[in-house]
Each structure stands twice: as C-alpha cells, then as structure tokens.
C-alpha cells in the first residue's frame, strides 16, 4: 500500500488517513448501494464510478496511448464501460495514435443489468472500440471484470482475461476490486493471482472492503484508493471491521514517572539447547529487548532451560534484561502483576508451566510453543476459557498454523476466513486475538475485528514475532483496566510493527531488517 499525505475531498482519494477508516462487507456495501440508489436519479451511481475511474486512470497513465478496458457482465463491467467511454471521448481529442479498447463478456446469455446495458449502448454510440480479445500491448489496464457480485470459478475468455490482467507488467487499475477477489475474505479465486509484475491499483467505490487489507487482498490490490461516490453510509449500517492505522509518535513521559510507571513485563520462554539439541533462547531474548525498547519499567526474562546451565544468563546487547530462574519467577508476585509473554522459543517445556501462568498472571500475551501446547491440551484450553470470568486479560498471537491447531482446523480454512478464524478464537477463549499475515487481525471478544494496515513481506522472517510478542507486553503493561483498551492497545503495537517495517530505510544505514534490529527500534506507544 501507498501511504501520502493528501487528501482529495472530490473524486479518488489514497487510503492514508491515520486513525480507524471502517471497512464494509459486500452484504452491507450492497445495502448502502441499494440505499443510496433509492434516492438519486436512475444510473447516479455508475455514472460517478465510471468518471472516477476515468480521472484515476489518466492521473496514473497520462501520456498512454492504449488504454485496456476489460468489462465483466454485470455492474462492474457497467463501470468500466462508462469510464471507456470518457477515456475514448478524451483520447480522441488528443490524435489518432491513442485509443481505448474494450473488450467486453456477455453474461452468458443472461441480460445485462439495466445500468450496465445503458453504459454499453453509450459506449458503442461514442464509438468506441471492441475487441473480442485483449490487445497485444496496452500501457493501462482497467480490470473491470467482476466487483462484489457472486463469482463462479472463471473459465473460457473470462479466464484468458483474468491471466493477462495478472501477468501484465504495465500498470491495472481494478474497478472496485481485483476481479476474482473476495470483498469479506480477501481470498481470491480461480485464475485470478495476485499481480507478478507492475503496479497495481484499486479504487474501491462507495466503500473500503476488509478483503483489500487481509489474506491475499494486499498483494492483488496494490495501491488501494477510494471515492465514495458522494455516498455517506447510513449510521444503521454495521461495520464489518476496521482498518486500524494508529499512529505511533510516543507522547513525552510526565517528569515525575519512574519505572513503576510503566509496568513490569515477564517473559517466558527460550527453551535451552538440553536433549532436543534445538535452542531457542534467543526467540525469549528478542521478546525481552522488544518489551524493554517499548517501555516497560523492568523486564524479567526467564528462560526454560532444560540442560541449567551454573553461570547466570544475561544479554551483553541488553544488560537491562534481568534474568531470573522460571522455578522463582513462577513463586514470586511478578507473575501476578507483570505482563508475562509466555511462549516464545517455549519448546516443550513451557507446557509444564502453563497451569500456574494461567491460572495466576494478571496480563498475559500467549505466543508459538504457548498456543501450540494449550492446542493439545483440553485442560489447558479450560484454564485459558476462564481467565476473563476471573478479571483476567488474555491476547493471542497465532499465526496461521497456531490458529488452525487452536481452532482443530486446517491452515487452508483458517485462510479461507481469516477475519472469522480470529473472531470466532476471540469469543471461544475470550482472548484478544493477534492472527498474524497480510493484513493481520486483531479480534476481541464480541468487538468489531481490526485489521492492521501496516508491515510487509521483510517481516517474515525468523524472530519478528518474538519482538511484537513482546511489545503487545510492553503496551498492555502499563495499563490498570486491561480489557477496555486492550484491542485499541494491541492494534497499536502490531500497527508499530509494520510501520517500522515500512519506514526501515527511511533514517538510511540500518542495515537489512532482522529481529534484533526491529527489536532495538521499538519505541514506546502513545498514551
Ligand atoms: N448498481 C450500481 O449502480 C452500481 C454498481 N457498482 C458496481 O457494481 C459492482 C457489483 O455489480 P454486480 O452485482 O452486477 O456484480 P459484478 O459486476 O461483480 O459481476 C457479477 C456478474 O458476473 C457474473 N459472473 C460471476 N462469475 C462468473 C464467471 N465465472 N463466468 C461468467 N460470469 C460470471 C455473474 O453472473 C454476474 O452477472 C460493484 O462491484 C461496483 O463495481 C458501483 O459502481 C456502484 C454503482
Ligand atoms: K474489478
């Protein structure tokens, strides 16, 4: 995604407003069209989408010489054919060496919908041309295929369509959505494939749709742009999720702070080498470095290490960490008032001490080892069912596969509904639910899901979850009543953590981005 700092109040817009923008399913995009047609003269609507289309199209590509207009058969199609014919209209003016092709599918048989048969017979009077296939070169693409109607598995020239769009290195500009993208899932279907090469952009019409942000939605849409066509959706209608783009100045501390002031985190984790032959301290000290730069007062790592080594640990990069046997920690009040971060780098043997933690940790982030365990174990999974009955604050950090074991699904169907696979863990465990991706969700418990808006591919890699483990521990560490700001809270570090992926070269000489260097940037959250 393309973040600028302008904003357009006529006309296509970039995404890129800080705070909370509301994002609308298909059933509730269509409730709002459906409203908004009611009330404005026949054919309003496409009209406007179509001169938008338009206006974006020659703002991306303005010394392009054939523009592509590939139209579906329903009101997507209708769109795309109306900004032909504006596009046609002004190419024209300009010579004969630019022009517009259109290449359009019947639907079937099937008659067109009323708005978008007006918008074909405009087109064929302004003369614009068709062609039954897509043109050998073209410098823009219009993806005018298929919006937010019902899409079966593509065949035939819708196919070919979707496969040049796909494979196409000029610029595409996808009317609405990406043809083939689901607007609620993000998952896409069929031939239809995320871009492979060029640039990509979606203007989104009326509404922002959560599958934009999430799944594969990010990688299909590339820039995402929105006009709401002038539309301002009814209060009634529910927002299906938001897309969370917090801002991550830290305010300045009040001079009379001290490092009780902002709370204590204890992490647990980082299972020593032992009989596995599998270390995974490191994962425990990344967390820890990643709660210390987030603002946490004191930071306690304990590290499960099966093979107790006699030298006290200690992080030479981060001596501030204070190390401590688990054996103590799991004794001591720190593990009621922390926030402890169970979990990363837990191998086994955080197994043995997950009825303590939680049955007593006030706060508690679950992470990796930690999931996967309470995944495979019923009782764990009651423990962790009562901890909100009991004033206790719970959020999950699964990525795909953790979920998928959490929920004794398949990772295929946790992807298929990632907005769902959060919420449902949200309300089955009574968590703040992290489900980490493209987009990732942030779900609680009978709240609106969040979807992150930040971070990109250089995040995946080993580690990076450690650091937003512990810096989801260091945002909620402060806080006295957890649960009311706990989602907002959360959101705001994973939101934190992409930004700092996307702003990484931004300051110059940071080298490539590891765990332990995203760690070291962390700073702490505003409020
Ligand atoms: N009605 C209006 O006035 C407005 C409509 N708008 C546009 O309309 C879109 C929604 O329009 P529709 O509800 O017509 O839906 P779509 O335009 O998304 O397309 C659905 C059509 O494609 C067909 N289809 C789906 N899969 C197919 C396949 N594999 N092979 C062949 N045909 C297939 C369906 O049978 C249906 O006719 C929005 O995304 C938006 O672009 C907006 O411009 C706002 C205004
Ligand atoms: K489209």
Not at 110 to 133: H, I, K, N, T, Y
Not at 343 to 358: D, I, K, M, S
Request: hydrophobic letters at 45%.
């Amino acid at each position: 995604m393309h973040w600028r700092d302008v904003s357009i109040t006529n006309g296509p817009r970039p995404v890129s407003v800080p705070g909370q923008q509301a994002l609308y399913g298909s059933t509730a995009t269509r409730q709002i069209e459906q409203w908004a047609a009611s009330t404005l003269p026949h054919h309003t609507l496409m009209s406007r989408a179509g001169l938008s289309v338009a206006r974006l199209a020659q703002a991306l590509q303005p010394h392009a010489r054939c523009i592509w207009v590939a139209c579906g058969p329903g009101n997507n199609g209708g769109d795309g054919l109306v900004a032909a014919t504006h596009l046609h209209r002004g190419m024209q003016a300009r010579g004969s060496k630019f022009h517009v092709v259109v290449t359009h599918l019947p639907n079937d048989g099937a008659r067109l919908p009323a708005d978008a048969l007006d918008a074909l017979q405009a087109a064929r009077a302004a003369g614009v041309v068709f062609s039954e296939e897509p043109p050998a070169h073209f410098d823009l693409a219009i993806d005018a295929l298929l919006g937010i109607g019902r899409i079966r598995p593509p065949q035939g020239r819708l196919a070919l369509c979707l496969k040049v769009l796909r494979d196409s290195s000029s610029p595409v500009l996808c009317v609405d959505l990406p043809s083939g993208l689901d607007a609620d899932t993000g998952t896409l279907t069929g031939e239809a494939g995320a871009a492979r090469a060029g640039e990509r952009h979606t203007l989104s019409l009326i509404t922002l749709k959560p599958g934009l942000f999430t799944g594969t939605g990010r990688d299909a849409a590339g820039h995402v742009w929105l006009d709401d066509l002038g539309i301002a959706p009814p209060q009634s209608t529910p927002v299906s999720a938001w897309l969370g783009m917090q801002p991550t100045q830290a305010t300045a501390r009040l001079h009379a702070s001290h490092k009780g002031s902002f709370g204590d985190v204890l992490v647990l984790g980082g299972q020593g080498i032992g009989v596995s032959g599998a270390g995974m301290t490191g994962a425990a000290v990344l967390a820890g470095r990643a709660a210390l730069h987030g603002g946490a007062g004191r930071v306690f790592v304990g590290l499960l290490e099966d093979d107790a080594p006699h030298s006290t640990p200690w992080d030479p990069a981060c001596p501030e960490l204070m190390f401590r046997r688990p054996s103590l920690l799991l004794e001591s009040d720190t593990l009621r008032n922390a926030c402890v971060v169970c979990g990363c780098g837990g191998g086994t043997a955080v197994a043995a001490l997950l009825p303590r933690v939680l049955s007593t940790a006030r706060t508690l982030v679950l992470d990796a080892d930690a999931l996967n365990a309470i995944a495979a174990d019923a009782s764990l999974q009651t423990l962790l069912s009562l901890r909100r009955d009991r004033g206790r604050s719970t959020v999950l950090t699964p990525h795909p596969l953790e979920a998928a074991r959490l929920l004794g699904s398949d990772t295929r169907q946790v992807m298929a509904d990632r907005l769902k696979a959060a919420q449902t863990l949200a309300d089955r465990f009574g968590a703040c639910c992290v489900l980490k991706g493209s987009g990732s969700v942030v779900a609680a418990p009978g709240e609106v899901p969040i979807i992150n808006a930040s971070g990109n591919a250089a995040l995946a890699t080993a580690g990076t979850g450690d650091v937003l483990a512990g810096m989801i521990g260091s945002a909620l560490a402060p806080l006295k009543l957890v649960d009311e700001q706990m989602q907002d809270r959360v959101a705001s570090a994973v939101y934190q953590h992409g930004w700092l992926a996307d702003h990484w070269h931004d300051t110059g000489h940071a080298g490539e981005l590891s765990a332990s260097r995203l760690a070291a940037r962390v700073r702490p959250l505003a409020g």
